[in-house]
């Protein structure tokens, strides 16, 4: 795999320099620049293109969230990692429907951070796991209230209708709950015996089934749905 081009983006100089230090020990890994603003931000991905930014939702001139709107107008094929202190329902919302392809927290372990970036560059989105247990359980109880928003999952794409025409196989339930867990493909197929071909073949099986459009979506679905408990 080629060298990852990485752009950070955060206001405080020390969780800059401690995310460039992470990073750096995966050879793999290349931090190309970094930024302290959303202005700030836009400016260098215009000049420095780099794969992956992992932008701060909070910072000063203009906050993560728009820069990170912006930014996937204007440069599609650059993938944003939010890494933020901020866990609530409607931010997570927000954020991903802005086009971001991971959501971590701030006190994410440098091993996870490094695996982050290399799944997110491969095109996977990685949504932390108590992100997405939290989004989920939130989800649920809006869609259980009467006037709450039933056929949707509260980001773009719609959740299965009736959900009775859902038929997945053992092992694509098998493979969902691995996803649920925040697993990259390449451990799945390793803790499944198979190859991480086949894990995506699974995966794109799922999302036809269950009508999404990236893991997270289909994680809600399968909460939903019951077949995957939290």
């Known amino acids: 795999m080629d060298r990852v081009k990485v752009l950070i983006a955060d206001d405080h100089p020390l969780i800059r320099q401690g995310l460039v230090k992470v990073i750096r020990l995966d050879p793999s890994l290349d931090v190309i620049g970094e930024a302290a603003d959303g202005e700030e931000v836009i400016e260098k991905a215009a000049q420095l293109r780099p794969h992956i930014i992992i932008m701060d939702l909070n910072m000063p001139r203009m906050d993560g969230l728009e820069a990170t709107k912006q930014i996937k107008q204007r ?5 944003v990692v939010a890494l933020t202190v901020e866990d609530s329902e409607q931010k997570v919302v927000e954020v991903i429907r802005a086009g971001v392809s991971g959501y971590i927290l701030k006190d994410v372990d440098p091993d996870a951070l490094a695996s982050t970036i290399k799944a997110v560059y491969k095109g996977e989105m990685v949504i932390h796991p108590g992100i997405t247990a939290m989004l989920c359980r939130e989800l649920g109880q809006k869609g259980s209230e009467p006037n709450g928003n039933q056929g949707h999952c509260g980001v773009d ?6 959900y009775v025409d859902v038929c997945l196989t053992p092992r694509e339930v098998q493979i969902l709950k691995h996803i649920a867990s925040g697993i990259h493909n390449k451990d799945i197929a390793r803790r499944l015996f198979i ?12 999302f036809r089934k269950l009508n999404v459009e990236d893991r997270t979506q289909a994680v809600i679905s399968a909460v939903k749905l019951k077949l995957v408990n939290l």
């Open 157 to 162: 794409s719609p959740c299965p209708g009736e």
């Open 195 to 206: 190859s991480e071909k086949t894990v995506k073949n699974h995966i794109s099986s799922i």
């Open 75 to 79: 440069f599609p094929d650059i993938k």
